[in-house]
């Protein structure tokens, strides 16, 4: 089903906001719900998406991370770094060019008679999400035209959000790199992933100074830049997501109303 871009700003919003606030990743659960329930798109459907989308995700920041690292100078015991995230990038990429067929390289290399027990003890949405994954990724990886667009935009999110990270050092004073900056925006990036306090409090800025530290840019400004790239990360997409909350509320009522006679 074709979905209007428009429709997805709202359930996008409200999930970035509820994984903001919660520190967690459960936010890609009310985005499939509401989309769902607005578009009448199975939610094991859009659950596949959501899986597709941190693959993709993961793909350009490792790789992002990876060119960045190496043209960085880093301490002798993160000498190996750059050639892990290289490898760890490849990874990914065998496993998305593995679904290129309706059955990928891995189901068929593992010996799933033996998983079928296990298998059939998930709960039904979480197979039918498996399938529709499959189903989707395979039909997306396979129409080249969609993929390169999507590729392409994937990249440029990330590449701006690299920019941002970098604008900011300059902009209170941090002598840096762009290199640099995208190895601060990967590492801050994977560090809050990790389940934390709400707000990601604490978490991201431990991620950002670290970062900072570990290139030699731990200096009296980097607390300050911590501090900004803490609200830039949080706090518009906190309310954007909350006011598009409240406007949901605002439309189910409104139907509610609508439909007693």
């Known amino acids: 089903k074709s979905i209007p871009m428009g429709a997805l700003v709202g359930p996008l919003a409200i999930g970035f906001a509820i994984g903001n606030v919660t520190a967690t990743g459960i936010g890609a659960i009310p985005?499939?719900?509401?989309?769902?329930?607005?578009?009448?798109v199975p939610t094991s459907y859009v659950l596949g998406t959501v899986l597709l989308?941190?693959?993709?995700?993961?793909?350009?920041?490792?790789?992002?991370?990876?060119?960045?690292?190496?043209?960085v100078t880093l301490p002798p015991a993160l000498?190996?770094?750059?050639?892990?995230?290289?490898?760890f990038a490849l990874?990914?990429?065998?496993?998305?060019?593995?679904?290129?067929?309706?059955?990928?390289?891995?189901?068929?290399?593992?010996?799933?008679?033996?998983?079928?027990?296990?298998?059939?003890?998930?709960?039904?949405?979480?197979?039918?999400?498996?399938?529709?994954?499959?189903?989707?990724?395979?039909?997306?990886?396979?129409?080249?035209?969609?993929?390169?667009?999507?590729?392409f935009l994937t990249l440029w999110v990330w590449v701006v959000e690299l920019l941002l990270f970098w604008v900011l050092m300059l902009a209170v004073g941090i002598e840096a790199t762009w290199p640099q900056g995208g190895v601060v925006m990967a590492f801050t990036h994977v560090v809050i992933g990790i389940p934390s306090l709400p707000g990601f409090v604490g978490t991201l800025d431990a991620a950002a100074l670290t970062s900072l530290k570990i290139l030699g840019l731990d200096g009296a400004r980097a607390f300050s830049y911590t501090l900004i790239v803490h609200a830039y990360l949080i706090v518009p997409l906190t309310v954007a997501g909350g006011l598009m909350a409240w406007r949901e509320g605002i439309t189910m009522s409104w139907r509610q109303k609508a439909a007693v006679p």
């Open 31 to 40: 985005r499939s719900l509401l989309i769902t329930r607005n578009e009448g």
């Open 53 to 71: 989308e941190f693959v993709l995700d993961a793909a350009v920041v490792v790789s992002v991370a990876a060119v960045a690292s190496f043209l």
């Open 79 to 87: 000498a190996l770094l750059p050639y892990f995230l290289t490898l």
């Open 91 to 151: 990874v990914i990429y065998l496993v998305i060019l593995a679904f290129r067929r309706r059955r990928s390289v891995l189901t068929q290399v593992l010996p799933l008679h033996l998983l079928a027990p296990l298998l059939a003890r998930l709960p039904d949405e979480v197979r039918q999400g498996w399938e529709g994954f499959q189903e989707g990724a395979s039909a997306f990886l396979n129409h080249r035209p969609t993929f390169l667009w999507v590729a």
